[in-house]
């Protein structure tokens, strides 16, 4: 099917599946986490929670929140086939406000990072640990 643009039709509706754009326009990487992402309601039409399979349109409004990222855009184009990243992106316009809010999300994280990231290490390994038996004073020796 390719692009198709709204004004480039000759129907007066073009529609595609709500879970087939989002997945051709890269939100998410199978149309069955896309499925899952609208069905517990973390993808808005308009404000509205919508179903799976809803026809979706150019010039409507669509919210995705994946993990702490949330995303308003407009779709401009509809695409039932998954492209390069170039070609998704074409196919909607984020809005202003949006691009502020995680302009600031992104600038919070860099300042407050995760304090989890600082451990370099991950669990001390069973020679690490019988170290630490040792210096704490109780445990057995091996070395």
Not at 51 to 59: F, M
Not at 85 to 92: E, H, K, N, P, S
């Amino acid at each position: 099917m390719g692009l198709r643009s709204y004004e480039q039709s000759g129907h007066a509706l073009v529609t595609v599946r709500l879970d087939k754009w989002l997945w051709a326009a890269r939100f998410f990487k199978t149309r069955g986490l896309a499925q899952q992402a609208i069905e517990a309601g973390r993808v808005l039409v308009n404000r509205e929670r919508v179903k799976v399979a809803r026809a979706l349109r150019p010039g409507e409004g669509v919210t995705v929140r994946v993990g702490d990222q949330e995303q308003c855009v407009e779709v401009l184009l509809l695409s039932e086939q998954r492209g390069p990243a170039t070609v998704a992106r074409t196919l909607y316009r984020e809005t202003p406000e949006s691009l502020a809010k995680r302009e600031v999300l992104a600038l919070q994280r860099r300042l407050a990072p995760e304090p989890a990231w600082a451990i370099e290490q991950g669990r001390p390994t069973k020679r690490d640990r019988r170290k630490i038996e040792r210096f704490q004073g109780g445990g057995h020796t091996d070395e």
